[in-house]
């Protein structure tokens, strides 16, 4: 039997290293390499006009440790530019026409509950226009939607992402009720809609009807087609607004998680660029994955990733060839250039999606990775792919443990288990805090019992039975 003193010694060092890693990310979470955006930076420009507007990253991000979500753009040094957190949520963002430091995004705001009409609660999603060099907003359009408790997810942020068709028009993804709608923003008339039930059973993807397809991400192509990212199903599919779903056209397959898995984010890629091609956030899969259109059908044609990626949820082709990489639960944005070598990273907690301004909606004119010859491509002729780019690199945050045991006890976590623990935990965690505040809820009650039972405590059911003299 192992010394009741030896235990108490390893119980004690396990928590003060759980204690240690946890102490050690939240003070990083800041102040770490590559660390913007203090949490308590006031709202506004920063300094924004005297940066180039093509030098500009503007982030989103669902949550904070401390403000809650925000929108914030940053330099090339990383120097924090323009920083909002009024609303609480920020999801979708994009460069618009109107201006060089304006951009469009979605999000959503708290409503009081006098307000919601009847239901317990609600939320008001809005479509708003921000100019960042003046802090001038233009709400676009808003709805007051309801929002769910018990054993319904509470979508507060229902609204995902939206899509500029015109001045007047937008495409949205609405997650609750599971369609794309396009709304006249002037008149505030929908005008088109497409239903998941038309094409998927309710039986495929999540619960019906808490959650069955998480649709997460529209865009309107230039022939008028409506690319859907259809997240529970594993599908991007290309809608054709009279006739539905072109089914010979889909990118993925339920449950085939080789191709994608619980994607975000996927940017079109047209044939004046090297396409038709999709760069995809693969999010599960903890990868960006590009695939090309070859004689009617998808082959993947490259794909990036590195050791510290977890949950990828954006990713775009710039126009001079690298991709911007949105990390959710690696905490932070990444730019790659063609050799599929970093040449830009920043911190955030918890990052949604980044855009580059100067380079249009969802960062439009950049190349197919075929044509752009881009490390890391795939031969799209069937051949062995590229390896060398795609190999994990060790990089960010794992340096405390061996790489390669962290890795492998990693990769042995379904995906949605480990993301749903990052996704609940606060914005700072990254995979070795998961570790660790496990580690502290196993240790401190283990060893309050063992110094219990070793006192001489003792557990008894508070109801016995005595036998009867009568027997």
């Avoid at 800041?30 to 920063?46: E, I, K, Q, R, W």
């Avoid at 899969?285 to 590009?290: A, T, Y």
């Avoid at 059908?297 to 949105?326: F, H, I, Y």
């Avoid at 070795?432 to 019992?449: K, M």
Wanted: charge should be negative; aromatic fraction near 8%; charged fraction near 25%.
């Amino acid at each position: 039997m192992v010394p009741r003193k030896r235990l108490r010694v390893a119980f004690g060092v396990l928590l003060v290293l759980c204690v240690g890693v946890l102490a050690s990310g939240y003070a990083g979470q800041v102040t770490g390499s590559g660390a913007v955006a203090d949490p308590g930076t006031t709202n506004g420009p920063h300094g924004i006009a005297d940066v180039p507007a093509d030098e500009i990253t503007v982030v989103t991000d669902h949550k904070s440790p401390t403000v809650g979500a925000k929108l914030v753009a940053v330099g090339p040094d990383k120097d924090v530019l323009y920083y909002n957190a009024t609303l609480d949520y920020y999801s979708d963002v994009d460069p618009s026409p109107a201006g060089k430091y304006t951009v469009t995004y979605v999000g959503s705001e708290t409503v009081p509950k006098q307000q919601c009409d009847g239901v317990t609660s609600c939320r008001r999603m809005v479509i708003e226009r921000l100019n960042m060099s003046t802090d001038e907003v233009d709400r676009l359009y808003s709805r007051v939607v309801p929002t769910y408790s018990g054993f319904r997810i509470p979508y507060t942020n229902r609204w995902h992402d939206v899509d500029r068709i015109n001045d007047t028009h937008f495409a949205v993804a609405d997650i609750e009720r599971d369609r794309v709608f396009v709304v006249n923003t002037s008149s505030e008339i929908i005008t088109w809609e497409w239903q998941a039930l038309a094409h998927y059973s309710h039986d495929s993807g999540g619960p019906f009807p808490n959650d069955f397809t998480h649709l997460n991400d529209v865009e309107v192509l230039p022939d008028d087609r409506i690319m859907v990212s259809i997240r529970n199903q594993d599908e991007v599919v290309f809608i054709n607004r009279t006739t539905g779903v072109n089914e010979s056209w889909t990118l993925g397959e339920e449950d085939n998680h080789s191709v994608l898995f619980g994607q975000h984010n996927p940017d079109y890629i047209p044939a004046s660029q090297g396409g038709p091609a999709v760069i995809v956030a693969d999010s599960h899969n903890d990868r960006v994955v590009e695939f090309q259109r070859v004689d009617g059908s998808w082959k993947q044609s490259w794909e990036w990733k590195d050791a510290r990626m977890q949950w990828t949820r954006d990713a775009d082709r710039l126009p001079n060839g690298n991709t911007l990489v949105t990390d959710t639960h690696g905490n932070r944005v990444v730019e790659i250039n063609e050799d599929g070598e970093k040449v830009w990273s920043a911190q955030f907690n918890f990052p949604y999606d980044a855009e580059r301004l100067g380079t249009g909606d969802e960062s439009a004119g950049g190349p197919s990775a075929q044509r752009a010859d881009l490390a890391g491509k795939a031969s799209i002729d069937g051949e062995a792919k590229d390896a060398e780019s795609r190999a994990k690199t060790g990089d960010g945050g794992l340096a405390s443990l061996p790489k390669k045991t962290l890795t492998a006890v990693e990769d042995a976590i379904p995906p949605k288990l480990l993301n749903a623990a990052l996704y609940l935990t606060p914005g700072w965690f990254h995979v070795l805090e998961v570790f660790a505040l496990i580690g502290i809820l196993l240790v401190g009650p283990t060893w309050s019992l063992a110094e219990a039972y070793w006192r001489g405590y003792r557990l008894q059911l508070p109801v016995y039975r005595v036998a009867s003299d009568e027997n």
